[in-house]
T-cell receptor, first 113, second 117 residues
Framework: GDSVTQMEGPVTLSEEAFLTINCTYTATGYPSLFWYVQYPGEGLQLLLK?????DKGSNKGFEATYRKETTSFHLEKGSVQVSDSAVYFC????????????FGQGTRLTINP | GAVVSQHPSWVICKSGTSVKIECRSL??????MFWYRQFPKQSLMLMATSNEGSKATYEQGVEKDKFLINHASLTLSTLTVTSAHPEDSSFYIC?????????????FGPGTRLTVL
């Protein structure tokens, strides 16, 4: 079945550092890809998405490009802030049936001032 | 836009009682809602898919008689944990599907923390 694999955390960086969180997927079709963020004590929020190969999703300085050839959707940000500390989830949604989301295991990110 | 609410945000109950959690899409209609369970420091586990006007579809291993789902309208789905026990304590999250075929996105509620004593 479909699956998503994220780099293991936790990840700790200093403010203004460059961030990459790796995400690869396995899917039989051509899924849509998502990054969700969960801030402490809150529910998941959609951060960005891409629906087809070579699409780039972007929001709040974060970017991810849908790479079909490497089945990847890595999350990047050029300069992180303390407020970016959260858990980040990569997910895919197939385009069949109920279009269920399949989540990666999540990566906890901590940014130190 | 695309806001999903859950009520209550937290609940504590005694073992053996039933608890109902509501999930509402506030500014859009959702024919499909999803219920997830999240354990501490872990990912979300899909429990069931809730379709308006029909029976929910449960994932393998989820007891449908224990976790009753009712999608009574296009803006409301409820999850009832029946005869709750301490092992049912968890963070329950709903989501609602919004958008057309190629722009389909799930929007999540803030979650409900259930503690069974």
């Amino acid at each position: 079945g479909d699956s998503v694999t994220q780099m293991e955390g936790p990840v700790t960086l200093s403010e203004e550092a460059f961030l990459t969180i790796n995400c690869t997927y396995t899917a039989t079709g051509y899924p849509s890809l998502f990054w969700y963020v969960q801030y402490p004590g809150e529910g998941l929020q959609l951060l960005l998405k891409a629906t087809k190969a070579d699409d780039k999703g972007s929001n709040k300085g974060f970017e991810a490009t849908y790479r079909k050839e490497t089945t990847s959707f890595h999350l990047e940000k050029g300069s992180v802030q303390v407020s970016d500390s959260a858990v980040y989830f990569c997910a895919l949604s197939d385009l069949q049936g109920a279009q269920k989301l399949v989540f990666g295991q999540g990566t906890r990110l901590t940014i130190n001032p | 836009g695309a806001v999903v609410s859950q009520h209550p945000s937290w609940v504590i109950c005694k073992s053996g009682t039933s608890v109902k959690i509501e999930c509402r899409s506030l500014d859009f209609q959702a024919t499909t809602m999803f219920w997830y369970r999240q354990f501490p420091k872990q990912s979300l586990m899909l429990m069931a898919t809730s379709n308006e006007g029909s029976k929910a579809t449960y994932e393998q291993g989820v007891e449908k008689d224990k976790f009753l789902i009712n999608h009574a309208s296009l803006t409301l789905s409820t999850l009832t944990v029946t005869s709750a026990h301490p092992e049912d304590s968890s963070f329950y999250i709903c989501s609602a599907r919004y958008g057309g075929a190629s722009t389909d996105t799930q929007y999540f509620g803030p979650g409900t923390r259930l503690t069974v004593l």
